[in-house]
């Protein structure tokens, strides 16, 4: 899941955004959402410090309440991995941007090519999130740095209510549930049973007679049923 969080204190601003977001992920496989605010509220506040993966931010440098330079600086005390474009009219503040080093993607002007630049931006953050090749997550006060190629397959532990991520040299159990994990992996796992979730690229073979998945590791897991079958046909 991409979430675009875009705030501007103009509508006009923010609805011009929201339709350029809608005509690139018309074309695009990704699923999206698009949280809307015309002020940094309590509401936004709230949602910066939601797990949610993937996030876009476009900051409008300044509002009524707060400086988007401040709330960058606010994002970045636990994110270092969401993007961040700051979009304003005052074209001058780019060079105090800069100084912030604040990882911020692009710095548009609402007078200046504003249509292409956001477009421009999109795809470059759309670009960035697709070689993002992890699963990273916090659990029980520990943080969690994945590799998806590491990843084997994922279960889920109906005694001790946990998901179990295998990978070739280790078994780790966390307090997230399936859904979040898949939507961490951003579609690089595919489920092959509703208690499963599969690394496709480390499968050599699936047996869909005996139920049973190999990975190029020699460990095999029978949880293949026929509602995901074709997930996973290709390895047959």
């Known amino acids: ?83 961040i474009i700051f979009i304003t009219a005052h074209e001058e503040l780019g060079s105090t941007i800069i100084k912030e080093q604040l990882m911020v993607l692009t710095f548009i002007c609402k007078f200046d090519n504003f249509d ?7 795809m470059k953050s759309l670009s960035y999130i697709g070689k993002k090749r992890i699963i990273k997550f916090t659990d029980n006060n520990a943080v969690y740095i994945i590799p ?15 998901c179990l991520i295998k990978t070739a040299n280790r078994i780790y159990k966390v307090g997230k549930t399936l859904a979040e994990l898949s939507e961490m992996a951003n579609g690089a796992l595919v489920y092959s049973h509703r208690a499963c ?8 073979k699936v047996d869909k007679k005996n139920k049973s998945i190999l990975f190029d590791n020699g460990d095999r897991i029978n949880l293949v049923s026929d509602n995901y079958k074709k997930e996973v046909s290709q390895k047959c």
Do not use: C, W
């Open 1 to 83: 899941m991409i979430n675009f969080i875009v705030v501007d204190d103009v509508k006009e601003i923010t609805k011009k955004v929201e339709n350029i977001i809608n005509k690139i992920m018309m074309n695009n496989k990704l699923e999206y959402k698009t949280h809307i605010f015309y002020d940094y509220n309590n509401e936004f506040k709230e949602l910066v410090d939601k797990p949610l993966t993937n996030k876009i931010y476009f900051l409008d440098i300044e509002t009524q309440s707060a400086s988007g330079i401040d709330i960058a600086r606010l994002i970045r005390k636990n994110d270092l991995d969401s993007v």
């Open 116 to 122: 292409i630049k956001v477009k421009d931006a999109i």
């Open 148 to 162: 998806i190629k590491d990843i084997l397959y994922i279960t889920h532990d109906n005694v001790e209510r946990k």
């Open 197 to 204: 979730l599969v690394n496709e690229e480390r499968i050599v």
